[in-house]
């Protein structure tokens, strides 16, 4: 999408929405939502402030709207500027051929959320998976390894460059650009319940937050945990519809289901 400076020419080819008009002294008053992003510009030689949303494709939409249950029942041409899509709940999302899209119907504001949190651009469909794991480095060089072996691209957040991001910063910067997220369970801490004497083995701390930031950023149908099955070890916390292929010994024991997951989520394996 184009982007726009302080003080340049307006030009039409650009996807915006004009929300406020100033005067020479830049008073006036405003609300921007959240999501967006606002520049000045110059319209018939007034200043104005430009509100620029979100972009995405038609197809992409699509895909979104079927991964997370919604049936498509009108896909048509639009004014001859873009697309309407209809779907099973009654919203209507409205892409325009500059790129720009817009939600109408009872559940707009829902389904809006929804494309925004999804919203991962050109590369939703790469070979980049992300990779979480603990203390277990045989497991973690394994994933790797098969991983490469299939010609996916592993992503490993302490070996990727940090350009003065925290580790929070790092995760919400790296996620967005894989498609599949893979957590490596593994027995490295001991821990027990405050009233309890009976210790078990944990996954880290790290390990647990991290999936955590996978499931919010990706969906759990995009996300797996191997989980290493042994006596003594507390499973991480069991929430419906969560992906565990439980190995006992080594990674390529569940080899096999998970390249099933991996080319459900549209990997070329």
């Known amino acids: 999408m184009k982007e726009l400076s302080e003080g340049v020419p307006f ?22 939502p959240t999501g967006y992003r606002c520049v000045f510009a110059f319209f018939q030689n007034v200043q104005v402030l430009l509100m620029i949303g ?16 919604f049936e498509v029942i ?35 504001e829902k389904i809006k959320q929804l494309l925004v949190d999804n919203n991962v651009g050109e590369v939703l469909y790469n070979n980049n ?20 072996e299939w010609k996916l691209n592993p992503l490993l957040i302490d070996q990727l460059p940090v350009e003065g991001r925290t580790i929070i910063e790092q995760l919400e ?11 490596l369970a593994t027995p490295d801490d001991i821990g027990r319940e405050k009233h309890s004497i009976k210790e078990n083995y944990r996954a880290r701390q790290n390990v647990i937050f991290e ?3 996978l499931f919010s950023k990706l969906g759990r149908n995009r996300v797996c945990i191997l989980y290493k099955n042994i006596d003594g070890f507390e499973k991480p916390p069991d929430i419906d519809g969560l992906l565990y292929l439980p190995f006992e010994k080594i990674v390529s024991e569940v080899r096999e289901k998970l390249a099933r997951e991996l080319k459900a989520q549209g990997y070329n394996i």
């Open 54 to 69: 979100d972009t995405m494709d038609k197809e992409l939409i699509k895909t979104i709207l079927m991964k997370n249950g």
């Open 211 to 213: 999936m955590g930031m």
């Open 11 to 32: 030009d039409s080819s650009f996807s915006c929405t004009i929300i406020a008009f100033l005067d020479m002294n830049n008073n006036g008053i405003m609300a921007i």
């Open 129 to 148: 998976v992300f990779v979480v794991y603990g203390h277990d480095l045989e497991s973690k060089n394994e994933i790797i390894r098969i991983l490469r």
């Open 173 to 183: 910067h790296y996620i967005p650009k894989v498609n599949y997220g893979i957590v």
């Open 74 to 108: 009108l896909d048509e041409r639009y004014r001859n500027c873009g697309y309407r899509i209809k779907i099973s709940d009654g919203t209507a999302v409205f892409c325009y051929d500059r790129g720009t899209y817009y939600c109408q119907g009872k559940e707009a």
